[in-house]
C-alpha cells in the first residue's frame, strides 16, 4: 500500500485499540460492550492488515496464538458464567460500589472473556480471507 | 411474470405486516418485564448499565450460546477459505 496509508494506519492503530478497550472495559457503566468493542479491536488488526500485507500482521500474532486465547477465553467464559458467577454473586455485590469501575457483579469479566472470543473469531475470519 | 412476482412480493410482506400493525406500542400495562429490568437491574447486577446486566447476567447463558454461534462461524469460514486455498494451488500445480 501507499506511505500515507501506511504511516495513517500506524497512527490509528493503538488508538482504536484504545478506544476498543474502553468500550469493553466500561460496558457495565457506559454504552458499549463487548461487542461493539471487539469488534473496534478486531477492526483495527483488520485496517492494519489491508495497508500492510497479511504475513506482517500474521508474524506478530499467529494463528495458534489466536486459537490458544480463544480457548482459554471460551473456557473462562463457560466457568465464570455457569459456576463462579451464580455462586459467588452475594461476595461481588458486597465488595462493589456502584457506578465505580469495580461493579455490575461478575459482568465486567464476562465482558473481557467474550471481547477475546469475539476479537479472536474476526481476526481468524480476516486472516483466512486474506490469505487461506 | 415480473410483474406476478413483484405482486406476490407485495401481497407476502403485507400478510407479515398485518398483524403487526394491531399491535400497540407504549402501552405501560405490558410492559411488566421492561418495568422490572429498569428498576432492578442495577440493584440486583450491580451494574449501571441496563442493557448490560440483561446481556450478561440475567440471559447470560443467551450470550454464552452467541459466542458459540460465533465461534462456529467463524470455523466455518477457516475450514472453507482453507479448502479454497489448497485447491487453487493443487489446480497451478498440475
Given at each position: 500500500m501507499d506511505t500515507i496509508v501506511k504511516s495513517v494506519s500506524r497512527i490509528l492503530f493503538p488508538l482504536m485499540l484504545v478506544t476498543g478497550l474502553y468500550l469493553v472495559f466500561h460496558a457495565h457503566l457506559s454504552p458499549g460492550g463487548a461487542f461493539p468493542g471487539g469488534a473496534m479491536i478486531a477492526t483495527a488488526f483488520g485496517m492494519l492488515v489491508i495497508s500492510y500485507t497479511e504475513q506482517d500482521v500474521e508474524h506478530r500474532l499467529t494463528r495458534s496464538e489466536l486459537i490458544d486465547i480463544k480457548s482459554v477465553a471460551g473456557i473462562i467464559l463457560v466457568i465464570l458464567i455457569i459456576r463462579m458467577g451464580y455462586m459467588m454473586r452475594e461476595w461481588f455485590l458486597s465488595s462493589q460500589t456502584l457506578?465505580?469501575?469495580?461493579?455490575g457483579g461478575f459482568t465486567p469479566l464476562t465482558n473481557i472473556a467474550g471481547s477475546l472470543m469475539i476479537v479472536t473469531a474476526l481476526i481468524m475470519v480476516i486472516y483466512s480471507m486474506v490469505r487461506g | 411474470m415480473k410483474a406476478a412476482k413483484i405482486a406476490i412480493a407485495v401481497a407476502f410482506t403485507a400478510l407479515l405486516v398485518m398483524p403487526l400493525s394491531g399491535i400497540e406500542f407504549?402501552?405501560?400495562?405490558?410492559?411488566d418485564t421492561a418495568e422490572y429490568y429498569i428498576r432492578n437491574a442495577p440493584g440486583d447486577?450491580?451494574?449501571?448499565s441496563v442493557v448490560n446486566a440483561i446481556l450478561w447476567d440475567y440471559r447470560g447463558f443467551d450470550t454464552m450460546g452467541e459466542e458459540m454461534v460465533l465461534f462456529t462461524a467463524a470455523m466455518g469460514v477457516f475450514l472453507i477459505m482453507r479448502r479454497m486455498h489448497y485447491g487453487y494451488y493443487r489446480k497451478e500445480r498440475e
Open positions: 457506578f465505580s469501575l469495580w461493579s | 407504549g402501552v405501560w400495562a405490558d410492559r447486577t450491580g451494574s449501571a
